[in-house]
Structures are given as structure tokens and as C-alpha cells.
């Protein structure tokens, strides 16, 4: 079998970076994405990876990225949108959104929108990371979606990762046609960084020795990454679906509203048409 193309953002630590070493392996071609230029470049020179940087707090720099991948791979087999994290006190990124929103939906949704035609010509399979505190915390409304009116990091982070599973959901009903697949998945609870500058009460487990000897290893929360980009879609698992450890798991009803999933989409669209190309570009 032809080597494939893997994009993993959010590479250069965590379960990023695990999936990265391990899916090297394969002898596919891995292609790490971070937004810090010295852990980026060490992961990817110790696997013998090709590397980019993107801070997705500047959509304007997922755009360049999506460019710069376009040009070196005409193929694309696996994008996984894995780049993300929970945040502080509320903030707005250099262009007006609320950051826990940008980082963890808007900017992979503006990525896969942008590499839609080369996704779609290679048939590829999308992974988007999501987590249980979608059901803890997510109450997404859809009227809010930048959490002016009322904010917690927890919530926020819960919306976010509950959005994960809504694009997930109607990027699988729109284009499931045209052999695209789509998985989010939650790796559990990993003993990385992620929370650590939040001021959600999740940065005193992450960060407490006791709870972490409790906790996944990385590498360990990337098995279902991993599972589901080597794994094949219809016989291993079924596209648009939720996994956790390698199988389909409870999401919460707000994740199964079709409903929700299709004005997230096109609130979405609207939020980021800055950044978009003409719709019609997409075929859609």
C-alpha cells in the first residue's frame, strides 16, 4: 500500500505528539503541526516528520497553513484535528473571538474547510479530538456562541469540545457521499499540560503528582487517535461517530441534535467568512 499523508495538529506535546511517533511507525508520511517552533521541530526531527507552525489564535496563520500544506501534499489521507485546550478567564483573540471557541472549533473548522477539495479528492478521513466534558459541561447556545453573556472556563471548554462532535456529526451527513469519513473521539484522562494555564479547578488534578499517577499516559490517550487513523471506516468504525477506548461511547443529547449541528455549521460559516473561500469553491 502507497504511504499515506497524516496531518496531526497540536503535535508538539501530548497525545499530539504521541500519536505522531507512534503512527511514524507505520512508515506513512506524518506531518506535525504546533504552534511552538522548538518543541514542533524536535518531535518531528526525532521521528523524521516534516513540521509547520500555526498559533490558532490567529486564523489568519491557519489559513497560511492550509495553504502551505496544500502546495507540498496533493494528498492529504488523515487530517487530525487535534490542537486545543482549556483557557482562563474569558479573552478575545486578535480577531474577535473568544478564545476557548477559536482554538478548539473555529480555527480546525476553518482548516478542513480550506483543505476541502484536496480532503475530498483523497477520500480522507477526518479526526477531530473531543472530550467527556462535553456531557459535564457543554450547554451550547447557539445564540452565544462567544460566551459573551455568560462565560466559565469549564463551560466554555465543555461547548467547545461538544461543538468537536457537532461538526463531526454534519460533516459526515454532507459529505459521507463524497467518501470522506469522520470520527471525534475522547482519550480520557491524559497527564499533560493542557490546563495548566486555566483557571478552571481541572489545573489542580493535572497538576497534582497524586492524581496524575492516576492519570493516561500520552501515549496511552492517543490509542484511539491512532485506532481510528489506521483502523477502516465501516469495518472498524463508522464515520460520524463518538468513540472512546477503541468503541462507540454515550454522547450527550445536545451532540445528537442534527438539528444544532446544521446552525452550528452555517453560524460557523458566518463567523469565519473573513477567512472562507466562496462557498461555491466547495461544491456544496
Do not use: C
Request: aromatic residues 8%; without cysteine; glycine residues 10%.
Amino acid at each position: 500500500m502507497e504511504p499515506r499523508t497524516i496531518v496531526i495538529t497540536g503535535a508538539s506535546s501530548g497525545i499530539g505528539e504521541a500519536a505522531a511517533r507512534t503512527l511514524a511507525q507505520t512508515g506513512d508520511t506524518i506531518v506535525v503541526v504546533g504552534r511552538s517552533e522548538q518543541r514542533t521541530r524536535a518531535v518531528a526531527e526525532d521521528i523524521g516528520a516534516d513540521y509547520f507552525l500555526a498559533d490558532f489564535t490567529r486564523l489568519d496563520e491557519v489559513r497560511e497553513l492550509a495553504l502551505a500544506l496544500r502546495i507540498k501534499y496533493p494528498r492529504i489521507d488523515v487530517l487530525a484535528n487535534n490542537a486545543g485546550g482549556i483557557m482562563g478567564r474569558r479573552e478575545l483573540t486578535p480577531d474577535g473571538f473568544e478564545k476557548t471557541l477559536q482554538v478548539n472549533h473555529l480555527a480546525p473548522f476553518l482548516l478542513t474547510r480550506l483543505l476541502h477539495d484536496v480532503l475530498v479528492a483523497s477520500q480522507a478521513r477526518i479526526i477531530n479530538t473531543s472530550s467527556v466534558a462535553h456531557r459535564l459541561f457543554g450547554r451550547l447556545d447557539i445564540d452565544d456562541l462567544d460566551a459573551a453573556g455568560k462565560y466559565s472556563a469549564n463551560r466554555a471548554y465543555g461547548n467547545a469540545k461538544l461543538a468537536n462532535i457537532l461538526f463531526t456529526k454534519e460533516l459526515h451527513r454532507r459529505f459521507a457521499g463524497t467518501g470522506l469519513t469522520t470520527a471525534a473521539f475522547h482519550p480520557g484522562g491524559v497527564a499533560t499540560n493542557f490546563s495548566a494555564g486555566s483557571t478552571s479547578f481541572m489545573r489542580f488534578a493535572y497538576g497534582s503528582s497524586g492524581a496524575r499517577s492516576y492519570m493516561l499516559t500520552p501515549a496511552q490517550g492517543a490509542q484511539t487517535l491512532v485506532w481510528l487513523a489506521i483502523g477502516e471506516p465501516g469495518l472498524d468504525w463508522e464515520s460520524g461517530g463518538y468513540f472512546a477506548k477503541r468503541k462507540p461511547a454515550r454522547a450527550s443529547r445536545q451532540a445528537n441534535d442534527v438539528e444544532l449541528a446544521r446552525e452550528l455549521w452555517l453560524r460557523s460559516e458566518q463567523m469565519l467568512a473573513h477567512w472562507l473561500p466562496d462557498p461555491s469553491s466547495t461544491g456544496e
